[in-house]
């Protein structure tokens, strides 16, 4: 299990833009495939977006195409989340997924990830 920490949400107007940070614990987050997960009041959790090990493939959810960037650095075992044109409707506590794996593949359901972070709070006003 890795240990994971949540950075950088807040509040921000519509058309802003956000940049969260997930710090891990451990040596070895090169090896873990990675998540950034939102639920919004009475809403289902679900995945924004993730990435794989080494970084060269990436999944994000249709509503943020475009909009959201995910990316990692290994050395400084991190991974983040990069937010612009924000609206509204990205309102939600944004939580941070971890998963060892062998393979450089990308994952996106949340039962697949066995450590999150306490999760960061977003707010895009209008």
């Known amino acids: 299990q890795v240990q994971l920490v949540e950075s950088g949400g807040g509040l921000v107007q519509a058309g802003g833009s956000l940049r969260l940070s997930c710090a891990a614990s451990g040596r070895t987050f090169s090896r873990y495939a990675m998540g950034w997960f939102r639920q919004a009041p009475g809403k289902e959790r679900e995945c924004v977006a993730a990435?794989?090990?080494?970084?060269?493939?990436?999944y994000y959810a249709d509503s943020v195409k475009g909009r959201f960037t995910i990316s990692r650095d290994n050395a400084k075992n991190a991974v983040y989340l990069q937010m612009n044109s924000l609206k509204p409707e990205d309102t939600a506590v944004y939580y941070c997924?971890?998963?060892?794996?062998?393979?450089?593949?990308?994952?996106?359901?949340?039962?697949?990830?066995?450590?999150w972070g306490q999760g960061t709070q977003v707010t895009v006003s209008s």
């Open positions: 990435i794989s090990t080494s970084g060269g493939n990436t």
């Open positions: 997924a971890a998963e060892k794996t062998t393979s450089d593949s990308i994952f996106w359901k949340g039962w697949y990830f066995g450590s």
